[in-house]
T-cell receptor, first 115, second 112 residues
């Protein structure tokens, strides 16, 4: 199926650990994103990449490092995990069309719990 | 910060039309109105978007006022599966501005 997929779906880890969340899209889109949804359900952009190039970095701590090996993948690495990193992380992708709809397709989310 | 204002919650009877309002009084001339929804625990789902004219697709209709300061999303025949949080978002379609800035949305509950 064509979609945005994320792994793992759930991630439980201890404070101080380093973890990664993977995202893949097979929609042929040029732009990929990471969003964070906290316990209060606020959904905020973290990063945006276009064709492996960083476009948006919304003052995310440098413990978070996105890595895009190719335009179909945007992985999120988190170092030295903190309690406040517990959230649901959503990956998304969109085509990059000048003046176009730029509809974003979201993955199912990864629920990260830091103990 | 989100540039839209939505009621926090609404109820609608199953089978009736659900009308979700959104105020965006500071919208700029090149900014579109987008609607997304998030069904419990899932990723947000695109519904519809528009600039000036009213729009309709297989999911919903979008009515934008002439001054573009407000809009209404209409789900013509609401079903229980339409229970979700609905987000109204304004943004331009210029390169470098691809992010979506989500507000608090409207929690729509469809009543059987």
């Amino acid at each position: 199926d064509t979609a945005v997929s994320q792994t793992p779906k759930y991630l439980v880890t201890q404070m101080g650990n380093d973890k990664s969340i993977k995202c893949e899209q097979n929609l042929g889109h040029d732009t990929m994103y990471w969003y964070k949804q906290d316990s209060k359900k606020f959904l905020k952009i973290m990063f945006s990449y276009n064709n492996k190039e960083l476009i948006i970095n919304e003052t995310v701590p440098n413990r978070f490092s996105p890595k895009s090996p190719d335009k179909a993948h945007l992985n999120l690495h988190i170092n030295s995990l903190e309690l406040g990193d517990s959230a649901v992380y959503f990956c998304a992708s969109s085509p990059r069309l000048a003046g176009g709809p730029n509809e974003q397709f979201f993955g199912p989310g990864t629920r990260l719990t830091v103990l | 910060d989100a540039k839209t204002t939505q009621p926090p919650s609404m109820d609608c009877a199953e089978g009736r039309a659900a009308n979700l309002p959104c105020n965006h009084s500071t919208i700029s001339g090149n900014e579109y109105v987008y609607w997304y929804r998030q069904i419990h625990s899932q990723g947000p789902q695109y519904i519809i978007h528009g600039l000036k004219n009213n729009e309709t697709n297989e999911m919903a209709s979008l009515i934008i006022t002439e001054d573009r300061k407000s809009s209404t999303l209409i789900l013509p025949h609401a079903t229980l599966r339409d229970t979700a949080v609905y987000y109204c978002i304004v943004r331009s379609n210029n390169f470098g501005n691809e992010k979506l800035t989500f507000g608090t949305g409207t929690r729509l509950t469809i009543i059987p």
